[in-house]
């Protein structure tokens, strides 16, 4: 859905992708998706849900002794980031089926265009009125309220929830009645046709409401995650993703799949409108107030407290000043390719081919965040509080190792996954849009296959910008993300302007992916001069060199026998998932094989501990 990379899903929450560029825990806000030390959380008691509670920080405001970082700290930092890992994925793996939902119920063409620019407007608002401020500042300024204030930070939290919900409330309702002019500035195009613009409209109203939901949530989890209580965030996601699945198997149940229904702007009744739009409001008020529990059961009480001069939040607020630039370069690109692949779409399906609008590139954003989510977000949030007190210890040495690590553990994933992308992307599409016209799940795996390459630089500027957060250094951040959020709508723009329609959405995905690249570049070398010099480059370079070459072989390899058995039985369902699994084993094997043979430190650990999971 969002084109900075929809979070929280995250990102994914009810259709929203949080932009995970922007903020350092998860998004699909959406859109989806933390330790202080290797050890801060391995003495606490582990809770039914298997998460590790911090100690109880002292009531009397004494100082709370920092464990060593030791191999034992390690254990902790897994076992935290597996919680959140195993939310996240089922989350990811939620909010795919309730894509495929979507298209089986509205398709890939201009309808879910509308459905898709009404539903991103929340979480653009969100975002800008002060998500990302939330998650990057807030979380070390939660942190050092556990440890210093008497009442463990109790009553700071409760006034960052109070200002939340009173800023984001008064923010609703404008939104709300300002909805016209907001489709109007995200889509032109859809503003210039009566009647798509009825829909879109209709869609953003009941739509825009959740941007206080994702507000709550958001808050909320961030003052589980201070605690320690990291599985909530990542696992309430998927209530909000039933209830959407829910509510567009409902649509298909009253109105017909798509493929017989062919339902359009003109077409769709108010009453189907207002089903889809009251079940994604339902989805992300219930995702909310699934936090609750949580809360309880960590001891924290919710008490609305107004006194908010001198006790703090004016100083975060003045660090969020920073972040909210950051946030309004992002959504500056974000409105900038909405608007072109929103036209793109639309000229691409009067010339017949479907599934090259915003609809595509949102779907094959999701999906190509998933290993980000699952692997590199889960590991970062699992660091950021433990590097926020690196660095009140002015430990750098620590903060270096927590940044090699992020970097090399999260390569293991992400260089494979971005080959396999690139390689396989259309029948990855055709199998899990099948409901769907072919013409369109064919789009939309192009479209998957220009992102796939993006996935590495993505990953990198998401570790490398956690180490200014932990500094609570938000101005570098936004320094840098003015310069993806440059390259990025440049490149949109040329790719509007240069290709055929039908191909200017992909091109807008592999503009993606190269924004990031030089953005890696910017941020990298302002990360080590903050570190003395020294950020462990040369052997991540050589983990990520290794993997590459790794990976590069395998991919042709993979790809090759996907095209060739494409060609023998066809793009259907049943071939598509033929030709995956035969591609995907081969692309697989040949990767192990070329790392193990390379000797890649990073794979050989974690297979080992796989086995040590499985006790073999």
């Given at each position: 859905?969002n084109?900075?990379?929809?979070e929280?899903?995250?990102?994914?929450?009810?259709?929203?992708?949080?932009?995970d560029?922007?903020?350092?825990?998860r998004?699909?806000?959406?859109n989806?998706?933390?330790?202080?030390?290797?050890?801060?959380?391995d003495?606490g008691?582990?809770?039914p849900?298997?998460?590790?509670?911090?100690?109880?920080?002292s009531?009397?405001g004494?100082?709370i002794?920092e464990?060593?970082?030791?191999?034992?700290?390690?254990?902790?930092?897994?076992k935290?980031?597996a919680?959140?890992?195993?939310g996240t994925?089922?989350?990811?793996?939620?909010?795919?089926?309730r894509?495929?939902?979507?298209a089986?119920?509205?398709?890939?063409?201009?309808?879910?265009?509308?459905?898709q620019?009404?539903?991103v407007?929340?979480?653009?608002?969100?975002?800008?009125?002060?998500?990302?401020?939330l998650?990057?500042?807030?979380?070390?300024?939660?942190v050092?309220?556990?440890k210093?204030?008497?009442?463990?930070?109790?009553?700071?939290?409760?006034r960052?929830?109070?200002?939340?919900?009173?800023?984001?409330?008064?923010?609703?309702?404008?939104?709300?009645?300002a909805?016209?002019?907001?489709?109007?500035?995200?889509?032109?195009?859809?503003?210039?046709d009566?009647?798509?613009?009825?829909?879109?409209?209709?869609?953003?109203?009941?739509?825009l409401?959740?941007?206080?939901?994702?507000?709550a949530?958001?808050?909320?989890?961030?003052?589980?995650?201070?605690?320690?209580r990291?599985?909530?965030?990542?696992?309430?996601p998927v209530?909000?993703?039933?209830?959407i699945?829910?509510?567009?198997?409902?649509f298909?149940?009253a109105?017909?799949g798509?493929?017989?229904?062919r339902?359009?702007?003109?077409?769709i009744?108010?009453?189907?409108?207002?089903?889809?739009g009251?079940?994604?409001?339902?989805?992300?008020t219930?995702?909310?107030?699934?936090?609750?529990?949580?809360?309880?059961d960590a001891?924290?009480?919710?008490?609305?407290?107004f006194?908010f001069?001198?006790?703090?939040?004016?100083?975060?607020?003045?660090?969020?000043?920073w972040?909210?630039?950051f946030?309004l370069?992002n959504?500056?690109a974000?409105?900038?390719?909405?608007?072109?692949?929103t036209?793109?779409?639309?000229l691409?399906e009067?010339?017949?081919?479907s599934?090259?609008?915003?609809?595509?590139?949102?779907?094959a954003?999701l999906?190509?965040?998933?290993?980000?989510?699952?692997?590199?977000?889960?590991v970062m949030?699992?660091?950021?509080?433990?590097?926020?007190?690196?660095v009140?210890d002015?430990?750098?040495?620590?903060i270096?190792?927590?940044?090699?690590?992020g970097?090399?553990?999260?390569?293991?994933?992400?260089?494979?996954c971005?080959?396999?992308?690139?390689?396989?992307?259309?029948?990855?599409?055709?199998?899990?849009?099948?409901g769907?016209?072919?013409?369109?799940?064919?789009?939309?795996?192009?479209?998957?296959?220009?992102?796939g390459?993006?996935?590495?630089?993505?990953s990198?500027?998401y570790?490398?910008l956690?180490?200014?957060?932990a500094?609570e250094d938000?101005?570098?951040?936004?320094?840098?993300?003015?310069?993806?959020?440059?390259?990025?709508?440049?490149?949109?723009?040329?790719?509007?302007?240069?290709?055929?329609?039908?191909?200017?959405?992909?091109?807008?995905a592999?503009?993606?992916?190269?924004?990031?690249a030089v953005g890696?570049?910017?941020?990298?070398r302002?990360?080590?001069?903050?570190?003395g010099?020294d950020l462990d480059?040369?052997?991540?370079?050589?983990?990520?060199?290794r993997?590459?070459?790794a990976?590069?072989?395998?991919?042709?390899a993979?790809?090759?026998?996907?095209y060739?058995?494409t060609r023998?039985?066809g793009?259907?369902?049943?071939?598509?998932?033929?030709?995956?699994?035969?591609?995907?084993?081969?692309?697989l094997?040949?990767?192990?094989?070329?790392?193990h043979?390379?000797?890649?430190a990073?794979?050989s650990?974690?297979?080992?501990?796989?086995?040590?999971r499985?006790?073999r």
């Amino acid at each position: 859905m969002n084109a900075q990379g929809r979070e929280n899903d995250g990102r994914g929450q009810g259709g929203h992708v949080l932009p995970d560029d922007t903020v350092p825990l998860r998004p699909d806000l959406g859109n989806h998706h933390a330790t202080t030390s290797r050890e801060a959380y391995d003495g606490g008691v582990a809770n039914p849900a298997g998460e590790q509670r911090a100690p109880i920080p002292s009531r009397a405001g004494e100082p709370i002794p920092e464990p060593k970082r030791s191999g034992s700290g390690a254990s902790g930092l897994l076992k935290s980031s597996a919680v959140m890992a195993a939310g996240t994925f089922v989350s990811r793996i939620t909010g795919f089926l309730r894509t495929l939902v979507m298209a089986a119920a509205i398709g890939v063409g201009t309808l879910n265009d509308s459905y898709q620019v009404a539903n991103v407007l929340p979480t653009m608002v969100y975002i800008l009125v002060g998500g990302g401020a939330l998650n990057a500042v807030f979380v070390p300024q939660l942190v050092r309220a556990m440890k210093q204030d008497d009442d463990g930070g109790d009553a700071y939290a409760n006034r960052l929830i109070t200002l939340v919900m009173v800023v984001l409330g008064s923010v609703t309702v404008l939104c709300v009645l300002a909805a016209p002019l907001l489709v109007h500035m995200m889509s032109p195009d859809i503003a210039a046709d009566p009647r798509r613009m009825a829909v879109t409209v209709a869609f953003a109203r009941y739509c825009l409401p959740t941007m206080f939901f994702m507000g709550a949530h958001v808050v909320l989890g961030q003052i589980l995650n201070a605690r320690g209580r990291f599985g909530a965030m990542m696992w309430t996601p998927v209530l909000n993703n039933i209830l959407i699945i829910a509510t567009f198997g409902g649509f298909i149940w009253a109105f017909g799949g798509f493929t017989d229904s062919r339902v359009g702007p003109a077409t769709i009744t108010p009453e189907g409108v207002r089903l889809l739009g009251l079940g994604t409001l339902l989805g992300l008020t219930v995702q909310a107030l699934a936090m609750l529990p949580y809360l309880r059961d960590a001891r924290f009480r919710l008490r609305p407290r107004f006194d908010f001069r001198g006790h703090g939040l004016g100083r975060a607020m003045g660090l969020a000043k920073w972040t909210l630039l950051f946030v309004l370069a992002n959504q500056a690109a974000l409105t900038v390719v909405t608007q072109l692949a929103t036209k793109a779409g639309s000229l691409a399906e009067r010339a017949g081919h479907s599934g090259s609008g915003i609809t595509a590139y949102n779907y094959a954003l999701l999906l190509w965040q998933m290993p980000q989510a699952i692997i590199t977000v889960s590991v970062m949030t699992a660091v950021l509080p433990r590097m926020s007190r690196a660095v009140q210890d002015e430990n750098v040495a620590a903060i270096r190792e927590d940044i090699s690590h992020g970097l090399r553990t999260s390569a293991v994933a992400i260089v494979p996954c971005a080959f396999a992308f690139l390689a396989l992307g259309v029948p990855m599409a055709t199998l899990l849009y099948a409901g769907t016209d072919a013409e369109g799940a064919r789009g939309i795996g192009y479209v998957l296959m220009a992102f796939g390459p993006g996935l590495i630089p993505y990953s990198v500027q998401y570790v490398v910008l956690r180490g200014f957060y932990a500094y609570e250094d938000t101005k570098t951040p936004f320094y840098n993300t003015v310069i993806v959020a440059a390259v990025n709508a440049a490149a949109a723009g040329a790719c509007f302007v240069l290709l055929p329609a039908r191909w200017a959405v992909a091109g807008m995905a592999a503009s993606y992916g190269l924004a990031y690249a030089v953005g890696v570049g910017t941020a990298w070398r302002r990360l080590r001069k903050r570190l003395g010099g020294d950020l462990d480059g040369s052997r991540v370079l050589r983990t990520y060199a290794r993997l590459s070459a790794a990976a590069i072989p395998a991919a042709l390899a993979g790809g090759g026998v996907a095209y060739a058995l494409t060609r023998a039985v066809g793009s259907g369902a049943l071939g598509s998932l033929v030709t995956l699994l035969a591609g995907g084993c081969v692309l697989l094997g040949v990767f192990v094989l070329l790392a193990h043979w390379m000797r890649v430190a990073e794979l050989s650990a974690m297979v080992g501990m796989v086995r040590g999971r499985l006790g073999r």
